[in-house]
């Protein structure tokens, strides 16, 4: 074969050659598949080896010869090569070729030939009778089901992609020749060679004979798969199974399938059942290694799931999978990501364990559960003046987030569900709430302990809720040690925002004692002061209502910041060593037995230090040869370490600042 417009060979087609070795005559033909910018531009061509030369024999009516036996050996099509193996009869024939003066030379070339994944062999295409399936009349009805809406995917461009698909379709070849599968129902007759396709096995061939054998192939794997949905619940018979589960809300697949699964699973549906098999489709990502590679055995950068499970937990796995999950958007996964969260395990373990601790009053009585049976929260009227600020913004806080969490999964938004209840669950719950229930729970009167248990169980049980569908496991571990709360989490109400108060005036006065705490805590930490240490502190502020509220509060602040005295006189702050900066308000802190001057040259030869290795980076990046010749990636680092120097140059200098030396 020729490529028509190739001018070195215009006038060829429709001559004969002979094919060497085996001294057969072959027409020249031309058809526009042949590239003639790869070597000769004339290529042999093997209508019963090769799918594209196949396709081409179809197109000029060519001689399908097969050359192959089954076993990779060569047939009797082969000539004098017949019964070698084939990788003998190639350097046998490439010998016999160079003896004949058929060889111009030989040359080394990249090939697409396909391999086996699990062995590496080379693929030999072979021609033999297979099965097929007609699509269009199946594929009509599946197009039309999700152009109608009957089936949507999410996110809905994924309908592009079955179209194109759907609307192209070929013929489908359903056997295979495997050991395992749904043999294919088709049996022939050895007397007069009769194929019988049936459901139920036959007894006899119409011409009499009862010599009757089975073909020995299987069902394609995606055939069988596409009867799932229907197949498993006792189809062909009407089951109570497939009245409930017949069509089911929504399937969870990776787009890398919509063709060979989700497409089939529609059209069998269709076809058998008369519905479609689900209304939605939710397209996943692909999970990929932490350079964005898809992971495959070939490549060797498989996480395996069995490998983590062992290291970090399953319940770690599963919410870093699901934290990081965008609707058809790939995951890049690292160990460090799942390490994270599997401190986030332990740190729901070990909250669960404080307020357990903390839920007896000392002779078996526990106390009450805000929680009724409808997962409601109950009144907290019952509990008086022993409700407190943080017990209303807490309660408050978790209303917002099983709102956000229900909107979110109901968009199948798992990422976003499953940071807002990692920011509640640690960065609210267990930061801020079970640090100020402490006191209550160790030093309150009784109205006071049970008001703080009852909030803090009623928050504890609502977060096992909403996390168990991310982490089963450590939840329902943590569900069967409270006391009252039933057979098991997977069967308890989902938590519903419409019972909590939201309280905003609970949380705008908790946000401005949030900054305040954060930041005089911040400023403890850098200059190394430790916890057990009290210290005096000054509160300036032009802001009458923060004022008041930090003046309500001012024992929360006395706890977390580890505060003696705290006095609100602005004259008064002669001697102050210390400086954080709030919403509205400013603290300074007395560190009377600190040796401020120290510190301040402390923190300056950091600074000169920083500066200096700040300077020679700068002076590496304003060089043009260095920023046009170094590779990309030397490059980028360079201006991420740049960036990282002056975080730190600017955070060194607040600090002295913070510490204002003879002010």
């Known amino acids: 074969a020729v490529n028509p417009s190739d001018e070195r060979y215009k006038g060829e087609e429709g001559k004969i050659v002979i094919l060497p070795l085996v001294e057969k005559p072959i027409p020249v033909i031309a058809d526009d598949y042949v590239n003639p910018d790869f070597g000769t531009g004339a290529v042999k061509v093997t209508p019963a080896h090769d799918p594209n030369d196949f396709d081409i024999g179809l197109r000029h009516n060519l001689e399908q010869v097969n050359i192959l036996n089954p076993d990779g050996t060569i047939g009797e099509n082969g000539g004098s090569y017949q019964g070698m193996d084939r990788y003998e009869a190639r350097e046998a024939i490439v010998r016999d070729l160079r003896e004949r003066g058929f060889l111009e030379k030989v040359e080394d070339y990249e090939h697409a030939v396909g391999h086996c994944y699990r062995c590496g062999t080379e693929i030999e295409p072979y ?58 129902p088709v049996w022939y007759c050895e007397e007069c060679g009769k194929v019988i396709v049936s459901i139920d096995e036959p007894r006899r061939c119409s011409c009499g004979s009862r010599n009757l054998w089975q073909d020995p192939d299987v069902l394609d794997t995606w055939f069988s798969s596409g009867l799932w949905p229907f197949s498993t619940m006792g189809w062909p018979e009407k089951t109570d199974l497939l009245e409930v589960f017949y069509p089911t809300s929504v399937l969870v697949t990776a787009f890398d399938i919509i063709f060979f699964w989700v497409a ?20 996943t990502a692909l999970v990929r290694d932490y350079e964005g590679k898809k992971m495959s055995k070939s490549s060797g950068n498989v996480i395996d799931p069995i ?87 807490i309660l408050s806080r978790i209303s917002r987030t099983i709102s956000e969490v229900n909107e979110a999964m109901e968009s199948y938004e798992f990422s976003i569900a499953g940071k807002a209840l990692h920011q509640f669950f640690w960065g609210e719950f267990c930061d801020w709430y079970l640090e100020l229930a402490k006191r209550r729970f160790y030093q309150g009167n009784q109205l006071e302990r049970k008001a703080a248990q009852a909030v803090a169980s009623c ?129 300074y802190l007395f560190v009377p037995q600190a040796d401020i001057g120290g510190e301040v040259e402390r923190l300056e030869r950091k600074l000169k230090k920083i500066t200096e290795e700040l300077a020679k980076c700068q002076n590496k990046l304003s060089n043009e040869q260095f920023v046009k010749n170094a590779p990309a990636e030397v490059v980028e680092k360079e201006k991420e370490k740049e960036m990282e120097l002056l975080q730190r140059k600017e955070k060194l200098e607040a600090q002295i600042e913070s510490l204002k030396p003879g002010f």
Not at 144 to 166: D, H, L, N
Not at 463 to 475: A, D
Request: proline share 5%; charged share 25%; net charge negative.
């Open 127 to 184: 021609l033999t009778t297979q099965w097929f399936v007609k699509m269009e009349p199946l594929a009509k009805p599946a197009i039309e089901a999700v152009r109608s809406g009957k089936t949507t995917f999410i996110p809905r461009r994924w309908e592009k992609i079955y179209f194109e698909w759907m609307e192209n379709i070929k013929d489908w070849c359903i056997s295979r020749q495997l050991w395992w599968g749904h043999r294919i």
């Open 264 to 283: 089939r699973m529609i059209m069998m549906g269709l076809r058998f059942m008369g519905d479609v098999p689900f209304r939605e489709v939710l397209v």
């Open 307 to 393: 490998d983590v499970i062992e290291k970090y937990g399953t319940d770690a796995l599963r919410f870093s999978l699901a934290s990081i999950a965008h609707p058809g958007r790939d995951i890049n996964l690292s160990e460090e990501k799942i390490e994270g969260n599997r401190n986030f395990v332990n740190k729901i373990w070990n909250a669960s364990r404080l307020v357990l601790m903390n839920l007896g009053d000392g002779d078996g009585e526990f106390s009450p559960r805000l929680y009724d049976d409808d997962s409601r929260p109950a009144a907290l009227e019952e509990l008086g003046e022993g409700i407190e600020l943080c017990d209303r913004w």
């Open 459 to 587: 928050v504890l049980e609502c977060s096992l809720r909403l996390l168990h569908p991310f982490m089963p496991f450590i939840t329902e571990e943590i569900w069967q040690k409270i006391p009252g709360t039933g057979e098991s989490i997977m069967v308890s109400s989902w938590p519903r925002s419409d019972g909590f108060p939201v309280d905003p005036q609970a949380e705008a006065e908790m946000s401005v004692i949030q900054p305040l705490v954060t930041g005089i805590r911040s400023a403890r930490s850098e200059h190394g002061i430790p916890p057990s240490e009290k210290l005096d502190a000054v509160f300036v502020s032009s802001d009458k209502e923060a004022e008041k509220i930090l003046v309500g509060n001012q024992s929360y602040i006395e706890s977390l910041c580890g505060l003696s005295r705290i006095t609100y006189d602005a004259t008064a702050l002669e001697g102050y060593t210390l400086r954080a900066v709030g919403i509205g308000v400013q603290a």
